[in-house]
């Protein structure tokens, strides 16, 4: 597999990825949640940047899996987990993503999976929505013939009606105490239910039975109610944080003099740095996200506050720190939300990251975060090509390089690249070089002077003459006065001291002159008088440009 197509197939791993994420958040959250709609924005972002890079993201339905070419991105051996099987059984065999699409209809995809009735497949839904940017390719599950499957035990049958069964008794538990579709938050019980066991606990008293409560969910006793303050009193540290820290935010942007400018602002400052000495990536992405959706509407103070977070984070030890716990693995989504909080830093500390990650995880979060930030701090990569880094991960860097479109820098960097002692890295350097610098196009440019082909001279001419390279004029009049220009045919004679007057301008005017008197010789008298004419027409051509005011290099 080449380079291009592992980037195609782990660029379309991490759309699949957040493609989860984002049907999770709705799942759990809802539509409108604000965690719900971060999620389907990080998701548009990925597959728009997937189809400006390929063009195409279209991904195979099979029954446990979704195929990009011959590549499976996404499996899952659970079928109740799985979200290609729910897809599949939907009527559904391929979705394809195009340029244009929209977090809309990203989000009107994902109600799809998440909000439809049972009574209508995920086809027939989507056959009514016309998603723009969306296209599926739907077949009828009966049409194709569904086989039941076969690994399912007699046992396992009667296993899998009992937990229905009891799934159904907790359920009407819920909605017999109202507990079921109401109020704003969202729990996530666990796969055996243990804890609705703890609502024996709370007694159904005769309102409950006459279903008489009117806006009340449960009533309480003040022994229970007692028993809920002490839980509260042992609120988790993390979310108390949490919670403290948008408090402050929002008293500082709603009322603060209530609130204490200094305690709110020192807290705002003080609770990231408290994540990272507790080692707890994820806590620290959390805050660093709050700040990023804060600052457009926050107050000077609350700015200040968090502008002195990312100073404090910058400092060499604490990015050191940040560091050490992103490769260690376990939270790489954090690790790279932190990298996002830090700004130009981030870049640097990816690419110490990088080059000690083995997780692999790790370093494919890393590789995308790279990709997307890389033109920040580009000059950081002249570490992933020094000598001793593999190969592969110098290819990697040079594949960074040429998206950054980063001009000098770049040019640096392809030329480090192409000093490095593998072939196969100094080769690929050489090639982007050629593709993506203006040094390495103008030498592509000048050597296609010398092609076998006239026509692929005379292209090579135009273009250098559109382009207006400066550093092209010196190696155009060097060819013209070597000897064997004389055996050129008219056209190209032509074409090159016409480039030369177009890139040249008034510093070409004596070049020409000398061209137009130039000798060669009785038997090559008709070549002389070919290059005389053209050196002639291009010289008059500028110098009526000149006259009216035009560019004078």
Not at 96 to 102: H, K, P, Q, T
Not at 246 to 268: E, M, N, Q
Not at 279 to 284: S, Y
Not at 325 to 345: M, N, T
Request: aromatic share 6%.
């Amino acid at each position: 597999m080449t380079v291009d197509q592992k980037e195609r197939v782990w660029h379309a791993r991490e759309v699949v990825r957040l493609l989860l994420k984002s049907h999770k958040m709705r799942r759990l959250y809802g539509a409108g949640h604000a965690y719900s709609q971060a999620a389907v924005q990080e998701l548009g972002s990925s597959i728009r940047a997937f189809v400006r890079m390929h063009h195409l993201l279209r991904l195979e339905v099979t029954r446990d899996a979704l195929v990009l070419g011959e590549e499976r991105v996404y499996e899952e051996p659970n079928r109740e987990a799985n979200i290609a099987f729910g897809i599949f059984l939907g009527g559904v065999r391929s979705i394809a993503f195009r340029e244009g699409v929209r977090d809309e209809d990203l989000s009107a995809f994902l109600g799809v999976l998440t909000d439809r009735g049972e009574e209508r497949d995920i086809s027939a839904v989507l056959w009514d929505r016309e998603l723009e940017g969306i296209e599926c390719v739907c077949l009828d599950e009966l049409a194709e013939g569904w086989d039941a499957p076969e690994d399912l035990s007699p046992t396992a049958l009667t296993r899998l009606a009992e937990m229905n069964a009891h799934a159904d008794r907790i359920i009407q538990r819920l909605e017999a105490r109202r507990l079921l579709g109401e109020g704003g938050a969202v729990y996530e019980a666990t796969d055996t239910g243990a804890e609705f066991a703890k609502l024996d606990a709370v007694r159904l008293d005769e309102a409950d039975a006459r279903d008489d409560l009117g806006d009340a969910l449960v009533q309480l006793g003040q022994g229970r109610l007692r028993e809920l303050q002490a839980q509260v009193q042992m609120f988790d540290p993390t979310a108390l944080l949490r919670a403290l820290v948008d408090v402050a935010l929002d008293g500082l942007a709603l009322r603060p003099r209530a609130i204490g400018v200094d305690g709110a602002a020192w807290l705002i400052a003080e609770a990231p740095l408290a994540a990272l000495r507790r080692k707890d990536l994820r806590l620290l992405a959390a805050l660093l996200e709050r700040h990023a959706q804060a600052r457009p509407a926050a107050p000077l103070a609350a700015s200040r506050a968090i502008d002195q977070v990312t100073a404090a984070l910058t400092t060499a030890e604490r990015v050191d720190a940040i560091v050490a716990l992103g490769a260690a693995g376990g939270a790489p989504g954090a690790f790279i939300q932190v990298l996002r909080g830090l700004g130009d830093a981030g870049v640097a500390a990816a690419v110490t990251a990088y080059l000690g990650a083995t997780e692999p995880d790790v370093r494919e979060e890393l590789n995308r975060f790279l990709v997307e930030h890389v033109a920040r701090a580009p000059g950081q990569l002249e570490r992933l090509l020094a000598p001793d880094v593999p190969a592969e991960t110098a290819r990697w860097a040079l594949f960074l390089v040429s998206k950054s479109n980063s001009g000098q820098v770049s040019e640096a960097l392809f030329d480090l690249g192409r000093r490095h002692p593998a072939p196969e890295v100094s080769e690929y350097a050489f090639f982007l070089w050629r593709k993506h610098s203006g040094r390495g196009r103008l030498s592509a440019f000048l050597e296609a002077l010398s092609a076998a082909d006239p026509q692929e001279r005379l292209r090579a001419a135009a273009t250098l003459a559109k382009a207006r390279d400066p550093e092209a004029l010196e190696p155009l009049q060097r060819l013209i006065e070597e000897p064997s220009f004389v055996g050129r045919t008219a056209e190209e004679k032509r074409a090159l001291l016409a480039a030369v007057a177009a890139i040249g301008g008034a510093r070409a005017t004596g070049f020409l002159r000398r061209q137009a008197a130039r000798k060669t010789g009785l038997f090559r008298a008709r070549a002389g008088r070919e290059i005389r004419e053209a050196a002639q027409d291009a010289l008059e051509v500028l110098e009526e440009v000149l006259s009216h005011g035009g560019a004078t290099r």
